[in-house]
């Protein structure tokens, strides 16, 4: 199957982009893994025709509205984020109503109608920087409450507006997973990441996205690190630092999971599911989209 995938990648001058919570299978046939940010750059810097996006749909549209010209493909219709669907028109022009003079920032967890009537997007690991340079002292944050009191901690001269929205994978991390592994491994430091509850950071060494754990791994000395986000990024930061330990503290985010090899073989085969957004949605969504891209 990897070499059939190799095979088809070559003829038809595709790439596969990797998000950090994919399995090692998946790993071994990307031709860059990263975080959300690293993987929207990786998007706009290829010449490649065609973008397999081994992550979840809202990864993919951002790919494309960054990229019109480019066939993103989705391997699985079912790979999608549900926090990004939490939040929808309706929900988002009543908040503007209520706040017409605050700033919209949205998470890139969100749908492309989401980003198309927002003046900012952001990513786990931008999210503090990018708001610290807005001018206006109040923004609305959208859709996670959780990074968004993040935000808020680190910026406390600012007034952030939180939406009610939620990662189950993050927002369900269990304290007593914590205080086990903690027990057990008393010299290993524990890695949040900015989706997880403010209450449960007593527990952390270091909050971060993603890509900063890839980092932090690199950098520490660690032998033992305890991974307090999805399953997978355990996997793969042992792909890459093979001799230290990762420990998994949370569990398996579904929509990550429809990704496989033979969904990555179907769709370079048939190149199915093609991202197809409207270009006057498109056009509105690439504003916060290209603002981040420049200030993070
Ligand atoms: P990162 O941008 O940190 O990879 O986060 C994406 C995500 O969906 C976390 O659950
Ligand atoms: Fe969405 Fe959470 Fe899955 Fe990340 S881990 S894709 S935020 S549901």
């Given at each position: 199957m990897k070499n059939l995938i190799q095979d088809l990648k070559q003829q038809k001058n595709a790439i596969i982009l990797a998000h950090n919570y994919q399995p090692i299978d998946v790993l071994e046939v990307a031709d860059f893994m990263g975080d959300s940010f690293e993987l929207a750059k990786k998007a706009q810097e290829t010449d490649a025709d065609i973008i397999v996006f081994a992550g979840v749909s809202f990864m993919a549209e951002s790919a494309k509205i960054l990229n019109p010209n480019k066939k993103v493909l989705l391997p699985s219709l079912k790979a999608t984020c549900p926090m990004?669907?939490?939040?929808?028109?309706?929900?988002?022009?009543?908040?503007?109503?209520?706040?017409?003079?605050?700033?919209?920032?949205?998470?890139?967890?969100?749908?492309?109608?989401?980003?198309?009537?927002?003046?900012?997007?952001?990513?786990?690991?931008?999210?503090?920087?990018?708001?610290?340079?807005?001018?206006?002292?109040?923004?609305?944050?959208?859709?996670?409450?959780?990074?968004?009191?993040?935000?808020?901690?680190?910026?406390?001269?600012?007034?952030?507006?939180?939406?009610?929205?939620?990662?189950?994978?993050?927002?369900?991390?269990?304290?007593?997973?914590?205080?086990?592994?903690?027990?057990?491994?008393?010299?290993?430091p524990l890695l949040l990441h900015p989706e997880t509850p403010l209450a449960l950071y007593e527990y952390a060494d270091e909050v971060l996205s993603t890509g900063g754990m890839v980092e932090y791994a690199q950098k520490s000395n660690a032998n033992v690190i305890l991974i307090g986000t999805e399953e997978k990024m355990a996997e793969r930061l042992k792909y890459e630092f093979p001799e230290k330990e990762f420990i998994p503290l949370l569990k398996r985010c579904s929509g990550m999971g429809e990704i496989s090899l033979e969904s990555i073989y179907e769709s370079l085969k048939n190149e199915q599911h093609e991202i197809s957004l409207i270009s006057e949605l498109m056009n509105q969504a690439k504003i916060p989209l290209e603002r981040m891209m420049k200030m993070g």
């Open positions: 990004a669907g939490m939040v929808n028109k309706e929900k988002l022009s009543k908040l503007k109503e209520q706040y017409p003079n605050a700033s919209f920032v949205c998470y890139i967890n969100t749908l492309a109608e989401t980003k198309a009537m927002c003046d900012y997007c952001v990513t786990s690991s931008n999210a503090v920087k990018i708001c610290n340079k807005i001018e206006s002292k109040e923004i609305v944050f959208l859709p996670d409450r959780n990074l968004a009191a993040h935000v808020q901690e680190k910026l406390p001269q600012r007034t952030i507006i939180p939406f009610n929205g939620y990662c189950y994978i993050h927002q369900y991390a269990d304290k007593k997973v914590f205080e086990n592994a903690k027990q057990k491994y008393p010299d290993a």
